[in-house]
């Protein structure tokens, strides 16, 4: 039976992100087959979400296909290809043309500008180009939404980490962390919780780098128990390089994340993840081409 939208809505913003959402790909409503290609994106399912995203990014509201835009961009920088999704965000910025707003997970005109304009910061961030993405944040303004709040202070995080900024990234990690668990938005918070916990080891204090491991290896066990692959792979690679205890183990499940994400994925982007700087190389399996700094910031979304 297909879901309806309310539950759709838990699953891609809520208490439900593991739930089964294929029915609803089929949907006649335009805002399901979005929310439900959130989730298939949210569980590792690139290449049957972006079947839906890219058919999306044509509809006649402005304001869901600026969302598609915005999330296929989202699902190609997890993939390190932060060069294919600064174009998908220019777009997706250029379809909304007011900042009406009132939905209540940020999924209306302004929350779709805020998604577009914190992508191509993120953009910008993987391109090495921080001072970009700190103008890009600064026409951010004032958000309405709990999702756009947590997604700010992400890629607010994102940048001083990318600027050498650790000490700077913690307190934007730590307010998008208690937003989303405030919001009983499982996938945010735990995504949150890898941004705190990463920014923490980063800044590398006795009393923060505890946390911070034991933060991550929370999220790490959430994720899986939650099948969100791609959240999977980034928190074992943090364990890996601050918690020396559970190194191998943790190694071996990034690889084994990463590759299921990448089985899942269309072809265009499995080659452009082998080929990508963000993507480390020691996560790649033999007979996949080496090419990425193992310490790169592969946080951006």
């Known amino acids: ?4 939208e309310d539950e759709l809505r838990r699953a891609a913003f809520g208490d439900s992100p593991d739930l089964d959402v294929w029915g609803a790909l089929a949907s006649s409503s335009s805002r399901v087959r979005w929310l439900a290609a959130v989730v298939l994106g949210g569980q590792g399912h690139y290449a049957a979400a972006a079947t839906v995203l890219d058919a999306l990014r044509h509809d006649p509201d402005p304001v869901i296909a600026s969302l598609a835009l915005s999330t296929r961009a989202s699902h190609h920088r ?16 250029a379809r909304v043309s007011d900042t009406d707003a009132g939905d209540p997970d940020g999924a209306d005109a302004l ?20 001072h970009e993405s700190r103008r890009l944040l600064a026409q ?5 939404s709990w999702r ?27 307010e998008a962390y208690g937003v989303a668990t405030g919001a009983g938005a499982v996938r945010h918070a735990i995504k949150s919780a890898l941004v705190l916990g990463t920014s923490l080891v980063v800044w590398g204090t006795p009393d923060g780098l505890k946390r911070g491991v034991d933060l991550v290896g929370c999220d790490l066990n959430h994720s899986a128990m939650k099948g969100l692959h791609p959240l999977i792979w980034p928190s074992a690679l943090v364990l890996a390089g601050h918690a020396p205890t559970v190194d191998a183990r943790a190694t071996d499940r990034a690889i084994e994340a990463l590759s299921c994400v990448l089985r899942r994925a269309a072809p265009v982007s499995r080659q452009v993840a082998f080929e990508s700087p963000w993507i480390p190389t020691g996560l790649l399996r033999s007979g996949e081409p080496p090419n990425a700094d193992p310490q790169a910031n592969f946080l951006t979304d």
């Open 78 to 93: 997890q993939l390190g290809a932060h060069h294919l999704a600064r174009g998908l965000d220019g777009l997706a910025i």
């Open 140 to 144: 951010v303004g004032e958000t309405r």
């Open 111 to 130: 929350g779709a500008r805020i998604d577009a304009l914190l992508g191509l910061a993120a953009d910008a961030i993987g391109a090495g180009r921080p």
């Open 1 to 4: 039976m297909e879901a309806g």
């Open 148 to 174: 756009s709040s947590v997604r700010l202070g992400w890629v607010t995080a994102e940048v001083e980490l990318a600027s050498g900024r650790a000490h700077d990234a913690v307190a934007p990690a730590e």
